[in-house]
């Protein structure tokens, strides 16, 4: 009974981070400030290192004004291939096997009875860590391991730039196994040989690197 209720305490605390990561991850719109008070009410539920990495984010966004806030976001994830918020990026680049790669998340969320988002890749970090706190987390957990390398490579990146998302990022690892050392051969072989790139023979519609935002959107 002790372990079933530890199991249920992990898996509610994994699910409130996973949904103020999403919040923090989004980009900053009108609703900048609000998204950062509720991930400010998420947080009154959470504790040891996770709450003080996502704290960290909340904090170091807070200071920032709108408009900075949102230059910053384009040029961190948009302008910055190596931080894109794309888990396919990394294994399809821009190539038509990406579409394919997708249809894994695409299936996952049907599987769990909802649809797939209109206005956002399936595979958009902040999307797919919403269906895991709100919808299935089992199912988003296993997105989350089978995509760990895409996300480790992006917690490097923006470490290494000195990102304020990059500790809402390393609290979404702290959620998931411990890495091994496949994990990281895997991730140092995907940083040493970039996302794939086609350059004949695309089909009309191809998802590329995340495309710049502009306010209001």
């Known amino acids: 009974m002790k372990l079933l209720k530890r199991q249920r305490e992990s898996t509610l605390e994994h699910r409130l981070v996973w949904q103020t990561a999403a919040l923090l991850l989004a980009y900053p719109d009108e609703q900048f400030a609000e998204r950062l008070a509720t991930a400010d009410e998420l947080l009154a539920h959470v504790s040891g290192s996770v709450a003080d990495l996502l704290g960290t984010t909340v904090a170091e966004l807070r200071a920032l004004e709108p408009m900075r806030a949102a230059v910053g976001y384009v040029d ?100 998931l196994p411990v890495r091994t050392d496949r994990d990281a051969q895997r991730a140092l072989q995907l940083a040493a040989a970039g996302p794939p790139t086609e350059s004949v023979g695309l089909q009309p519609f191809t998802l590329t690197v995340p495309p710049r935002r502009v306010q209001g959107e």
Do not use: K, Q
Request: hydrophobic residues 40%.
């Open 76 to 175: 961190t994830f948009d302008m910055r291939r190596r931080s894109t918020l794309y888990l396919t990026y990394w294994t399809a680049g821009d190539t038509r096997n990406r579409g394919s790669h997708m249809l894994a998340f695409t299936h996952t969320y049907r599987e769990a009875g909802v649809s797939p988002p209109e206005r956002e890749a399936p595979d958009y970090l902040p999307v797919v860590l919403e269906f895991a706190a709100t919808v299935d987390p089992a199912a988003g957990r296993r997105l989350l391991i089978d995509h760990r390398a895409p996300i480790d490579l992006l917690c490097d990146a923006l470490r290494h730039a000195g990102s304020p998302y990059a500790h809402a990022v390393a609290a979404v690892c702290e959620t």
